[in-house]
C-alpha cells in the first residue's frame, strides 16, 4: 500500500481495519487544539476518544527572553521562525508590550502621532516565518503592517519544509536566526543551520507536560473499551486496532509511559486472556505521526503507522481511510 500527498508520505505497513464497530480514534493533541479534529473525524462517522498527552504551561518570561526580544526589534535577526499557535500568542503579546514601552520611552511626538493613527501597530524587522496555518491565523489577526512585510510558511509545516523555504536556504554563517518555540523539539533545523556557521537564538514561551490525569484518563478508557467488546462479543484479533493521532515526540513518550505502566498496574493482569482489566501493548494501536523523526520513533518499535507532514483535519481523515483500504 501507497499513498502520498503533499501533506503526508506513506506507512510502513498496512493497517487493516474490520467493519464490526466504527473506526476508533484517540486524538492525543493538547486540549486546546484538539476540537477541530475531533469534530471532522467524528462527522466522518468515527468513534473520537480526546486524550491529551501534552498540556502547555507557561514559562516565566526572563531578562534574557526579553534581551532577544530587543535585539529582533533592533534588526539583529534576519528572520522569525514562530512554531506553533501558543508560541505566536506569547510572542505578540510581548511584541506589542515593548511597542509600547518604546512609544512611552523613546518614540518623537512624530512617530507617535503616526502610530496612533494607524491601526497597524506593528512593524516586523525580519522575515516572520509561520509553521502551520493555525500558527499565521494567530499573526494574521494581530495589527500588523501588511505594507512592511508578509507572513510566510512553509509549502509542509515542518522541519525539512522550513529548510526548503529561500528564506531560509539562503542563510549564511554569521546569519541570525530567531526561533518561539515551546520548550524543546525542532532540533533538525537548528543543527543543519548551526553546522552552517548560522546563529540560532530562542525563546522557549511555554513547556509541554504530561496532564496529571492523564493515567487515569487511558485506565478508565481501556476499562470501556474491553467492555464494549466484551459487550458485542468482539475478540482482540477481530477489533480493529485503534489508531492513535501523535504530533510530537514528547506526545509519543507520554503515551508510551501510560500504555506501559497500565501493563504492569495489575501483575495478575498477564494471566487474564480477555477481562474488563486486560492491558494492551503500543503493537495493539496504530498510530497517525507528524514527520520524519517522530515516524522513526514508531518504526524503530515496529508499529503500525502513517506519517503525515501537516495536522490539517482533512488530511489526517485521509490518513486514517487510507489506512482502511
Do not use: C
Not at 197 to 226: C, T
Amino acid at each position: 500500500m501507497s499513498w502520498s500527498s503533499s501533506k503526508s508520505t506513506d506507512s510502513n505497513q498496512p493497517i487493516n481495519r474490520p467493519s464490526l464497530l466504527p473506526q476508533l480514534v484517540i486524538n492525543t493533541r493538547p486540549v486546546e487544539r484538539a476540537a477541530p479534529l475531533t469534530r471532522h473525524l467524528q462527522a466522518a462517522g468515527m468513534s473520537v476518544v480526546d486524550m491529551p498527552m501534552l498540556t502547555l504551561q507557561p514559562r516565566l518570561v526572563t531578562d534574557n527572553d526579553m534581551m532577544l526580544m530587543r535585539q529582533w526589534l533592533a534588526g539583529e535577526y534576519q528572520a522569525l521562525v514562530i512554531v506553533s499557535p501558543t508560541a505566536a500568542a506569547s510572542g505578540l503579546a510581548i511584541w506589542q508590550l515593548l511597542e509600547r514601552e518604546h512609544q512611552d520611552n523613546g518614540a518623537t511626538d512624530k512617530e507617535v502621532e503616526a502610530i496612533e493613527g494607524s491601526s497597524n501597530i506593528l512593524v516586523a524587522p525580519s522575515h516572520l516565518i509561520a509553521v502551520g496555518e493555525a500558527t499565521a491565523a494567530v499573526l494574521n489577526e494581530a495589527k500588523l503592517s501588511n505594507a512592511s512585510y508578509q507572513v510566510l510558511q512553509p509549502v509542509i509545516a515542518n522541519n525539512e519544509g522550513m529548510l526548503a523555504m529561500p528564506e531560509i536556504d539562503n542563510l549564511q554563517a554569521g546569519d541570525k536566526l530567531l526561533v518561539w518555540r515551546g520548550l524543546g523539539g525542532r532540533r533538525l533545523l537548528v543543527d543543519t543551520l548551526q553546522a552552517r556557521g548560522v546563529h540560532i537564538d530562542s525563546i522557549a514561551w511555554y513547556e509541554r507536560k504530561m496532564p496529571v490525569d492523564a493515567m487515569m484518563q487511558y485506565q478508565q478508557w481501556l476499562q470501556d473499551f474491553n467492555n464494549r467488546n466484551a459487550t458485542v462479543g468482539v475478540t482482540a484479533s477481530q477489533q480493529a486496532k485503534p489508531i492513535v493521532i501523535v504530533s510530537s515526540g514528547t506526545a509519543f513518550e507520554h503515551w508510551e509511559s501510560i500504555v506501559q505502566a497500565a501493563k504492569t498496574f495489575d501483575v495478575a493482569a498477564e494471566h487474564q486472556v480477555m477481562s474488563v482489566n486486560a492491558p494492551l501493548k503500543l503493537s495493539d494501536f496504530a498510530y497517525v505521526v507528524l514527520g520524519e523523526r517522530l515516524a522513526n520513533m514508531v518504526a524503530e518499535q515496529n508499529l503500525s503507522y502513517w506519517r503525515v507532514e501537516g495536522l490539517a483535519p482533512e488530511t489526517i481523515l485521509t490518513a486514517i481511510k487510507t489506512t482502511s483500504l
